[in-house]
Structure formats: structure tokens, C-alpha cells
């Protein structure tokens, strides 16, 4: 696409806006600003670099055997540099506790430290990233049906002690890049079919997060994500929305809305508002859900746009960190995140570029009429223009001109990994 044309079609569409009280230049300078956290376990399909064997389960499995998957640390890294060519902004990366460096070595979960993860604090400041980190539960001897809620002392203590040792890691992390990292703890336990013992579960789990959240840190902040259900862990969940939403709120930690694991019927997006109350802040996991939590990956659709639009009508971009979390093992990995963090970046900037001012006053008034009106007028504004100048500006492919980078890196690097 010519760059006359591009700037051409960007100037009619902000005169457009501008027409409805939309300022372009403001909301572009905005969505410059909004860091994605973008998920280290796409590269690799959720398989970690740990000595020990990952046993997979616990809900996570990424389906499809596409060639060219990072096989170690210096593939992976690399696969996210060229990630980092094709879209624009500054943005976060997000690790799993299994992608320590660990040379080689039997290190158990319960043994993992800040050392650990040196490698990957140069490798961020090097390439302009800030780090966020995960706890790892699943794919161990140890995780069972039950860990942090498990009724066995031993195997309990055992994610205790990992717990404690991903929070330590995070607060080493966040004091190393001056910047809080983000820690978020999932875990799976639940149980496969009927359960009569509910209430001891959860109770265990509030014990033992009590434990793990004793120490206060300033470098890190703690999230706590819920689940619908795990695949092998249908009838109950322990730690469900309704569990971490009441200790969240009591203790005031950050509550996890990963956008697959609710009800497909459920508005991710109705959450936000209501969370904003009652928590200090919210951490989102933007995944598409296909018959559940199938982790697809991201799209611009109904809701991620719905979300993006909550969040900046809210005014809430101090209080909400957004991440991506999906694994698609049947596409170009580099093409599944571009394709993701591109569609959560043009879903803010369409909830950037809503005329807000005016529908606000339309609600105000009750004109009801006037406010659905300009809402269904405002889905067919020249938003696309204005990406592509936004690609533009940042010396990014314009449009479709990413598929041919990414089949060339392909061509040139994964398809010579056997």
C-alpha cells in the first residue's frame, strides 16, 4: 500500500471523527501507550524448558502438531524478536515459571530462583520489554487433581513453597526493571466427577493462599485467576470466579478475567465495571473461547471489542494490565501472536475512536434514540484508516503485508527446525 494513499485516507478520516468530536491524533497517541503482556507459551506450545518431564493435564493442552516450534530458550527468544518487528508499541512478556534457564539441571519447582530467570531479564531490557511472570501447577509428578487445595500436607507445602518462590521471582524481576511485575496465580485443582467435600477444598485453598500472600512485596503485584472448569475437572473447580472474586475483594488482591474461562453466554466485558469497585485492579488474559476455554487464538470479535470499549469508558487503563493467553499448535506460532496482539490493539483503538462525549450526552438526556443510533453509525467510521496510518507511523507492514514477513522467517528459519 503506498504511503500517499495511506496518509491520504487517514487525513478524510479524521476530519470524519472530528465530526462526531472524536480527536484521531489523541487516541492514537493512547493506544501508543498500551503495553500488551504478550505470553511466552505460544512459541513453544506450553512445553517450558525444564529437565523435568511435562506430564501435560490440569486443563492445558495445545492441540495440532504445525512444524517449527521453539525447541529451546535461544529459539523461542528469537521467534519473539521477529514477533516485535510486526507490531507496534511497547509491550510487556509474560512468563511461565517453567522457562527458567536451568542449564541443563534437575531443578524442581519448589527449587526455582531469581537466578533462574537472569537470562530473560537481560534478554527484555535488551529488546524493550518489561517481564510478568506465572505460577506453573500443571505437568508435574506432584499436580494430581489438587495442589494449593490439596488435603495431603506434603504435596500441598510442596506448591506452597513454588508459590512463594514465583512471588520472590517477581519481586526480583520488578526491582530489577523499576517496574511492578505482574505475577498471576492459576492453578487447576478440581475434581472429575461429583464432590462432596466443596466447602473443605476451597477452605484449604484460602488457608493456604494466606500463607503464600503473608509477605508484603513492593516490586510485584499478585493476581489470582479463576476457572469454569479443567478438562479432566468438570464437575467442580476450587478456585472458581465466585472464590477469587470474594478473596480478592477481602484481601484486595487483583482479580484474573481470562476470557475463556467463563460461561460462553457470560459478558466478559460486564465484569469490568463491577471488579473496578471492589479490587484494586484487574489483570486480563485475552484469549477466544470456542466451545469453551479451547484458548483460539485472538480475533477482533463482538467481545474482545466489547471489553476494549468497557475498559476505556471506564477511564481505566491505570487500573487494568492486559495480556494475551492462547496456544494454537495448528498455525505459524509468529503468525498466531501477530495476528492476536494486532486484533487486541485495533479493538482499543475502535473503543479509543468511539464518540464518547456525544453518546455520553445522549445518555444523560435520554435520548435513546440518538445514543443506539450513533452507536450503530460509529461501527462503520474509516477505524481501519487510521490502523494503517498507525502502522505506518511505527514502521510496521501495513494491512496483509505481515503474511508474506512471516512466511519468509518461516521459509528462512522454522522450517529448518526438525
Same mark, same amino acid.
Given at each position: 500500500?503506498?504511503?500517499?494513499?495511506?496518509? %491520504?485516507?487517514f487525513?478524510?478520516?479524521?476530519?470524519r471523527?472530528?465530526?462526531?468530536?472524536? $480527536?484521531?491524533?489523541?487516541?492514537?497517541?493512547?493506544?501508543?501507550?498500551?503495553?500488551?503482556?504478550? @505470553?511466552?507459551?505460544?512459541?513453544? =506450545?506450553?512445553?517450558?524448558?525444564?529437565?523435568?518431564?511435562?506430564?501435560?493435564?490440569?486443563?492445558?493442552?495445545?492441540?495440532?502438531n504445525?512444524?517449527?516450534?521453539?525447541?529451546?530458550?535461544?529459539? +523461542? /527468544?528469537?521467534?519473539?524478536?521477529?514477533?516485535?518487528?510486526?507490531i507496534?508499541?511497547? @509491550?510487556?512478556?509474560?512468563?511461565?515459571?517453567?522457562?527458567?534457564?536451568?542449564?541443563?539441571?534437575?531443578?524442581?519447582?519448589?527449587?526455582?530462583?531469581?537466578?533462574?530467570?537472569?537470562?530473560?531479564? &537481560?534478554?527484555?531490557?535488551?529488546?524493550?520489554?518489561?517481564? $510478568?511472570?506465572?505460577?506453573?501447577?500443571?505437568? @508435574?509428578?506432584?499436580?494430581?487433581?489438587l495442589?494449593?487445595?490439596?488435603?495431603?500436607?506434603?504435596?500441598?507445602?510442596?506448591?506452597?513453597?513454588?508459590?512463594? *518462590?514465583? *512471588?520472590?521471582?517477581?519481586?526480583?524481576?520488578?526491582?530489577?526493571?523499576?517496574?511492578?511485575?505482574?505475577?498471576?496465580?492459576?492453578?487447576?485443582?478440581?475434581?472429575? =466427577?461429583?464432590?462432596?467435600?466443596?466447602? /473443605?477444598?476451597?477452605?484449604?485453598?484460602?488457608?493456604?493462599?494466606?500463607?503464600?500472600?503473608?509477605? =508484603?512485596? %513492593?516490586?510485584?503485584?499478585?493476581?489470582?485467576?479463576? %476457572?469454569l472448569?479443567?478438562?479432566?475437572?468438570?464437575?467442580?473447580?476450587?478456585?472458581?470466579?465466585?472464590?477469587?472474586?470474594?478473596?480478592?475483594?477481602?484481601k484486595?488482591?487483583?482479580?484474573?478475567? &481470562?476470557?475463556?474461562?467463563?460461561?460462553?453466554?457470560?459478558?466478559?466485558?460486564? %465484569?469490568?465495571?463491577?471488579?473496578?469497585?471492589?479490587?484494586?485492579?484487574?489483570?486480563?488474559?485475552?484469549?477466544?473461547?470456542?466451545?469453551?476455554?479451547?484458548?483460539?487464538?485472538?480475533?477482533?470479535?463482538?467481545?474482545?471489542?466489547?471489553?476494549?470499549?468497557?475498559?476505556?469508558?471506564?477511564?481505566?487503563?491505570n487500573?487494568?494490565?492486559?495480556?494475551?493467553?492462547?496456544?494454537?499448535?495448528?498455525?505459524? /506460532?509468529?503468525?498466531?501472536?501477530?495476528?492476536?496482539? /494486532?486484533?487486541t490493539?485495533?479493538?482499543?483503538?475502535?473503543?479509543?475512536?468511539?464518540? +464518547?462525549?456525544?453518546?455520553?450526552?445522549?445518555?444523560?438526556?435520554?435520548?435513546?434514540?440518538?445514543r443506539?443510533?450513533?452507536?450503530?453509525?460509529? #461501527?462503520?467510521?474509516?477505524?481501519?484508516?487510521v490502523?494503517?496510518?498507525?502502522? +505506518?507511523?511505527?514502521?510496521?507492514?501495513?494491512?496483509? =503485508?505481515?503474511?508474506?514477513?512471516?512466511?519468509?522467517?518461516? #521459509?528462512?528459519?522454522?522450517?529448518? *527446525?526438525?
Amino acid at each position: 500500500m503506498k504511503k500517499e494513499s495511506i496518509q %491520504k485516507s487517514f487525513e478524510i478520516a479524521k476530519d470524519r471523527y472530528a465530526a462526531v468530536g472524536v $480527536d484521531v491524533e489523541k487516541a492514537l497517541n493512547k493506544l501508543q501507550e498500551i503495553a500488551i503482556s504478550i @505470553h511466552c507459551w505460544q512459541a513453544d =506450545d506450553v512445553t517450558g524448558f525444564e529437565k523435568l518431564e511435562n506430564l501435560g493435564g490440569g486443563g492445558i493442552q495445545a492441540t495440532g502438531n504445525y512444524p517449527g516450534k521453539a525447541r529451546n530458550i535461544g529459539e +523461542l /527468544r528469537a521467534d519473539i524478536e521477529k514477533v516485535l518487528t510486526l507490531i507496534a508499541g511497547k @509491550h510487556r512478556f509474560s512468563l511461565h515459571a517453567i522457562y527458567g534457564e536451568f542449564d541443563g539441571k534437575y531443578i524442581d519447582r519448589n527449587e526455582i530462583e531469581p537466578q533462574h530467570f537472569s537470562g530473560w531479564l &537481560d534478554w527484555a531490557k535488551e529488546n524493550g520489554l518489561k517481564l $510478568d511472570f506465572n505460577t506453573t501447577s500443571f505437568g @508435574h509428578s506432584k499436580s494430581g487433581d489438587l495442589t494449593l487445595a490439596n488435603p495431603d500436607k506434603a504435596i500441598r507445602d510442596f506448591w506452597i513453597e513454588h508459590t512463594k *518462590r514465583c *512471588r520472590q521471582i517477581s519481586e526480583a524481576i520488578g526491582k530489577f526493571q523499576n517496574d511492578p511485575c505482574i505475577m498471576n496465580l492459576w492453578i487447576h485443582d478440581g475434581m472429575k =466427577d461429583l464432590t462432596v467435600n466443596r466447602y /473443605r477444598y476451597r477452605q484449604i485453598l484460602e488457608q493456604s493462599l494466606d500463607e503464600i500472600f503473608a509477605i =508484603d512485596y %513492593k516490586n510485584m503485584k499478585d493476581c489470582i485467576e479463576a %476457572k469454569l472448569f479443567g478438562i479432566g475437572l468438570e464437575s467442580y473447580t476450587v478456585g472458581s470466579y465466585d472464590f477469587y472474586l470474594g478473596y480478592g475483594a477481602k484481601k484486595q488482591k487483583i482479580v484474573t478475567l &481470562d476470557t475463556g474461562h467463563f460461561h460462553l453466554s457470560e459478558s466478559i466485558a460486564d %465484569k469490568i465495571s463491577s471488579l473496578l469497585l471492589f479490587t484494586p485492579e484487574i489483570m486480563l488474559h485475552v484469549s477466544r473461547p470456542i466451545r469453551w476455554d479451547s484458548d483460539h487464538v485472538t480475533i477482533l470479535n463482538d467481545d474482545v471489542i466489547d471489553l476494549a470499549k468497557e475498559i476505556v469508558r471506564a477511564d481505566a487503563f491505570n487500573r487494568v494490565h492486559i495480556g494475551l493467553d492462547y496456544f494454537d499448535a495448528s498455525i505459524n /506460532r509468529i503468525g498466531a501472536y501477530v495476528i492476536g496482539i /494486532r486484533a487486541t490493539q485495533k479493538a482499543f483503538l475502535q473503543a479509543l475512536l468511539e464518540p +464518547l462525549t456525544v453518546l455520553r450526552a445522549y445518555e444523560a438526556n435520554g435520548q435513546y434514540f440518538e445514543r443506539l443510533a450513533l452507536l450503530e453509525e460509529a #461501527k462503520s467510521l474509516p477505524w481501519n484508516a487510521v490502523w494503517d496510518y498507525f502502522c +505506518l507511523k511505527n514502521n510496521i507492514a501495513v494491512g496483509e =503485508d505481515y503474511i508474506a514477513e512471516i512466511q519468509q522467517y518461516e #521459509k528462512d528459519v522454522t522450517s529448518k *527446525r526438525n
